[in-house]
């Protein structure tokens, strides 16, 4: 069964730092992984999409790399804002139906 | 373009009532979701209909039942409401094709006393 582990569980930066989110997943044969961010209250919203056979994706301030073999994914932020905090989490597919296998998140916090 | 909206956004039930949350997407997506978030627990997936007319188990059915309406609409019923039913429950849209992302509405918060 997949299991999907986020580590910190919460985190804390001054503004305009440089982090790193970390995911990790127990079965390297995944279709893809997504990462997610989620405000207060609010419901999902998605950031990035990367496919098995890619190894990363950016989207602006945001890098997020994907090494199945070591069961791996980081979300990298630059230039961290406090706009930026919110819970972060990442979702593996492995059986190729999109029934993503959620991790429990990070809830990241930046300080001006 | 609304996305996923969910209705309602709060409700509160008591033990053994019956309640229905409605989902619908404007996107034109095949696939849709249901999911519970739960403090602590992630997003657990309790069932997805990769398409109209279809409808499958996730992780977590067991005391909801799913229609697939139309292509639009996912609707989640809960028949006999429990105490551990009580979470905050997503509905999700996606392609399954080309673009894998799945799109999520709002949410319903969910207390079961």
């Known amino acids: 069964k997949q299991e999907v582990t986020q580590i910190p569980a919460a985190l804390s930066v001054p503004e305009g730092e440089n982090l790193v989110l970390n995911c990790s997943f127990t079965?390297?044969?995944?279709?893809?992984l997504q990462w997610f961010r989620q405000d207060p209250g609010k419901g999902l919203t998605s950031l990035l999409l990367?496919?098995?056979?890619?190894r990363e994706q950016t989207s602006g301030r945001l890098n997020a790399s994907l090494d199945k073999s070591s069961g791996r994914s980081t979300l990298y932020i630059a230039a961290s804002q406090p706009g930026d905090s919110a819970t972060y989490l990442c979702?593996?597919?492995?059986?190729?139906?999109?029934?993503?296998?959620f991790g429990q998140g990070t809830r990241l916090t930046i300080n001006p | 373009n609304a996305g996923v909206t969910q209705t309602p956004k709060f409700q509160v039930l008591k033990t053994g009532q019956s309640m229905t949350l409605q989902c619908a997407q404007d996107?034109?997506?095949?696939?849709m979701y249901w999911y519970r978030q739960d403090p602590g627990m992630g997003l657990r997936l309790i069932y997805y209909?990769?398409?109209?007319?279809?409808?499958d188990k996730g992780e977590v059915p067991n005391g909801y039942n799913v229609s697939r309406l139309n292509k639009r609409e996912f609707s989640l019923r809960l028949e006999s409401a429990a105490p551990s039913q009580t979470s905050v429950y997503f509905c999700?849209?996606?392609?399954?094709?080309?673009?894998?992302?799945?799109?999520f509405g709002p949410g319903t918060r969910l207390t079961v006393t």
């Open positions: 999700a849209s996606g392609r399954n094709t080309f673009s894998y992302e799945q799109y």
């Open positions: 079965d390297s044969a995944i279709y893809n």
């Open positions: 990367i496919q098995s056979s890619q």
């Open positions: 209909s990769a398409s109209e007319g279809t409808t």
């Open positions: 996107m034109n997506h095949n696939s």
């Open positions: 979702a593996v597919d492995n059986q190729g139906a999109q029934k993503l296998v």
